[in-house]
């Protein structure tokens, strides 16, 4: 039983930063973040292979997120910073080892206008 459980959103002003944490992420799975913003579809925020030997960022996320991953602690990260208000959305982490794919029950951002 995989059970991932992410944290760290909250209402962030303009320029502010939060460290997104999802928790289960075994060191055996490939992990994304991905959001969905009211009304739009599911989007790749950023990716990290088994090793951290690969990345993935979506073109938003280039320059202001980043992920990382603590095996022994069985934890992803995503630190954004510089956030905007069009960052907000639930983000969920998503862990992959084929031909499972398991789901977080997401975190809510929230961008200040």
């Known amino acids: 039983q995989v059970q991932l459980v992410e944290s760290g959103g909250g209402l962030v002003q303009p320029g502010g930063s939060l460290l997104l944490s999802c928790g289960g992420a075994?060191?055996?799975?490939?992990v994304g973040w991905h959001r969905q913003a009211p009304g739009k579809q599911r989007e790749l925020v950023a990716a990290?292979?088994?090793?951290?030997?690969?990345?993935n960022y979506a073109n938003f996320a280039k320059g202001r997120f980043t992920i990382s991953r603590d095996n022994a602690k069985n934890t992803v990260y995503l630190q954004m910073n510089n956030l905007k208000p069009e960052d907000t959305g639930t983000y969920y982490c998503?862990?992959?080892?084929?031909?499972?794919?398991?789901w977080g029950q997401g975190t809510q951002v929230t961008g200040a206008s």
């Open positions: 998503n862990a992959v080892r084929w031909p499972a794919s398991h």
């Open positions: 075994r060191g055996i799975f490939n």
């Open positions: 990290i292979t088994i090793g951290s030997t690969n990345f």
